[in-house]
């Protein structure tokens, strides 16, 4: 068996094995037996906020308890400035309200991911206080400079992240662990009680598990290995139970900057499932031609940033939330799509 960092980012295996998707299922409709497929999905956008900082890139999900938190890394004021700031929100009912906010120096290919990634005693699982039960189990944010962690209300930087971190990946029975570095230079790395270092987890054929991005739409080294061939480009993946979303970029029209020669405006946000006689198999085992088109957006303003799955607002059901820049690049919004139809 190969060694899972070599072959998840190869264009054949895996989520990325969709640059080789038929060329009718990416500029088209949807396709094939959408209309029988539980996998179907579409949604509605149902609300927009305006941002107060020029975020770079978002994530969502609980990092202590079990209430959603909204991550925000700022970044600078052009492509020049790797001043970073990574602030941990929650919804108020009328904003996102600050909690934490920590400063630090980033890359050009920054990286933001939360998960539950240390194999060891985190700072949460600790022998609570006589008299106190044990909370739920505490995540860990990843940063291109750190990796964090919550315990008792106060946040700790634990130590180094991995350079050029990319990915998180999801494994049956194993923590989640993090990809750094594309194609045949990525390597796999879990989190210990002290440091993150290469793993030996070797790629998986079946069972339950998946990838999450944490870089959005940034400009990488290769960005052919993230492209689909008709010009959309793999943002994020969402595999829950029956929720099994591939979730891409379908480019629009060039935005004409000068900073970002490749950034486009009035993309759209493309959402492909696994085909009806694929609805039993892992996410592992998935090829190219065993997905569909199930749902595409209207065109989006501005430039599009990143794409996350949660639950922004604590609603009590995931969207799809989505980071834009106006074309000027100053203003920041999040936009939310609600799944309209879905099992």
Do not use: C
Request: aromatic share 8%; net charge neutral.
């Amino acid at each position: 068996m190969k060694h899972f960092a070599s072959t998840l980012l190869l264009p054949t295996v895996g989520l990325l094995a969709l640059s080789t998707l038929p060329v009718r299922a990416q500029t088209q409709g949807p396709t094939g037996n959408r209309a029988y497929n539980p996998f179907n999905v579409a949604f509605q956008r149902v609300w927009e906020i305006t941002l107060d900082a020029p975020v770079k890139l978002v994530e969502i999900g609980p990092v202590s308890g079990d209430k959603n938190s909204v991550l925000l890394l700022v970044g600078g004021k052009d492509k020049n400035d790797y001043k970073r700031q990574l602030r941990v929100t929650h919804w108020d009912g009328f904003r996102l309200a600050t909690d934490f906010t920590t400063d630090f120096i980033g890359t050009s290919q920054d990286a933001l991911l939360l998960g539950h990634f240390r194999t060891g005693k985190t700072l949460a699982s600790l022998k609570p206080a006589k008299g106190k039960a044990p909370g739920p189990p505490t995540r860990q944010i990843v940063t291109t400079e750190g990796v964090y962690e919550n315990a008792g209300g106060s946040y700790a930087r634990l130590f180094p992240a991995p350079a050029q971190v990319a990915l998180a990946v999801s494994v049956d029975k194993s923590p989640d662990q993090l990809l750094a570095g594309m194609g045949d230079s990525a390597v796999l790395y879990e989190v210990g009680d002290n440091d993150a270092h290469p793993s030996a987890l070797e790629s998986p054929s079946d069972g339950a598990g998946s990838v999450r991005f944490g870089i959005g739409n940034q400009e990488l080294a290769n960005p052919a290995s993230l492209d689909f061939t008709s010009g959309v480009r793999a943002m994020q993946t969402y595999w829950s139970n029956r929720n099994r979303w591939m979730i891409g970029l379908l480019r629009g029209q060039p935005a004409g900057l000068t900073e970002t020669p490749n950034a486009t405006t009035g993309d759209r946000i493309v959402v492909y499932t696994p085909k009806l006689n694929n609805r039993d198999r892992a996410f592992w085992a998935l090829k190219p031609a065993d997905f569909e088109e199930s749902w595409r957006s209207d065109p989006l303003p501005g430039l599009v940033l990143d794409v996350r799955v949660g639950d922004p607002k604590n609603e009590g059901k995931d969207g799809l939330l989505v980071l834009t820049a106006d074309k000027d690049g100053r203003t920041r919004h999040l936009y939310f799509y609600k799944p309209t139809q879905a099992l």
